[in-house]
């Protein structure tokens, strides 16, 4: 975890300390406006830190309270710095089997998508197909815990906002922004590369534009396979993929970009995305194998 964890005890240090964190100020005054929250929490990973399976999201989706103050809210939980920080590793080392029946719509479209991705270290149970509804509450609690607890998820920007948008939503601005994102890129590289991973999924189209800007920059460093775009029946739009390979550090990072992940259509429509998954799965082996 020594890719990310100087990170994770500078920012609760600030937490603790000042009740804001340093490194989400300096974000929003590089990016000119109140991108994300500076007084919440971080979320910098959950799950199997040396998982095979790896899923990075653009950062964590919360709503921003402008009164909200971690001294006031949560400081007191914590007998010192020392024990914010085991206890915010426990927490999000086990985030899956907390709450375990708390099943949210996000982790169970993580799961539909994995389904068919072999040897991911994932065993997904089938909840998409299952008719009764107590059993199939069973499974959901079961595929929800299983996709936190055995892939790692990373947060390329760790600190929440309401809406990820204006920072890299095309080349232009990927490329604007990118000295300011670059830090926050190479800390994610450097995680994956700590243990041998067989899938790399990086969440939203918004990658494909931060990895063209990199490779402006880093030139050669990353190939990017072609655009696949496939129709999934019962979808009016098309949804579309596409696999990426990344040289750093002598390792190559092989990569998988969903563009179609976060869209609107398919977060409760599991059938679909499940085939989805199974569509972009096929993509990286015709690559890779």
Do not use: W
Not at 131 to 155: C, G, H, P, R, Y
Not at 227 to 248: A, D, P, Q, S
Not at 263 to 283: I, S, T, V
Request: with cysteine; glycine share 4%.
């Amino acid at each position: 975890m020594k890719a990310i964890l100087t990170d994770i005890k500078k920012d609760l240090e600030d937490l603790f300390n000042s009740d804001k964190i340093d490194k989400a100020i300096y974000l929003n005054n590089s990016i000119n406006k109140k991108f994300v929250s500076t007084n919440y929490s971080p979320m910098y990973f959950v799950g199997n830190y040396e998982a095979k399976t790896v899923f990075v999201m653009l950062n964590p989706g919360s709503a921003i309270d402008t009164k909200y103050s971690f001294d006031t809210s949560e400081k007191k939980n914590y007998k010192n710095l020392n024990d914010f920080l085991e206890k915010y590793l426990h927490k999000h080392i086990n985030f899956g089997k907390i709450n375990y029946d708390k099943v949210d719509n996000f982790d169970l479209k993580q799961a539909a998508f994995l389904y068919h991705f072999k040897n991911s270290g994932l065993s997904i149970p089938d909840f998409v197909n299952e008719k009764d509804n107590e059993k199939k509450s069973i499974l959901k609690a079961d595929a929800k815990e299983t996709v936190l607890m055995n892939k790692l998820q990373l947060e390329l920007i760790p600190y929440c906002s309401v809406e990820f948008i204006g920072v890299m939503d095309n080349t232009k601005l990927a490329i604007n922004n990118f000295n300011i994102l670059e830090p926050h890129l190479l800390r994610i590289f450097d995680a994956i590369i700590e243990y041998d991973r067989q899938y790399v999924v990086f969440g939203a189209k918004q990658f494909y534009f931060l990895l063209y800007a990199y490779n402006i920059k880093h030139l050669n460093s990353v190939i990017f396979h072609d655009l696949k775009t496939f129709e999934i029946e019962g979808l009016k739009k098309k949804v579309n993929c596409r696999v990426v390979e990344i040289n750093y550090k002598n390792k190559k990072i092989k990569g998988l970009i969903p563009y179609s992940f976060p869209r609107r259509d398919l977060p409760n429509a599991y059938d679909k995305m499940k085939k989805y998954g199974e569509l972009c799965f096929q993509e990286f082996i015709n690559i890779f194998n």
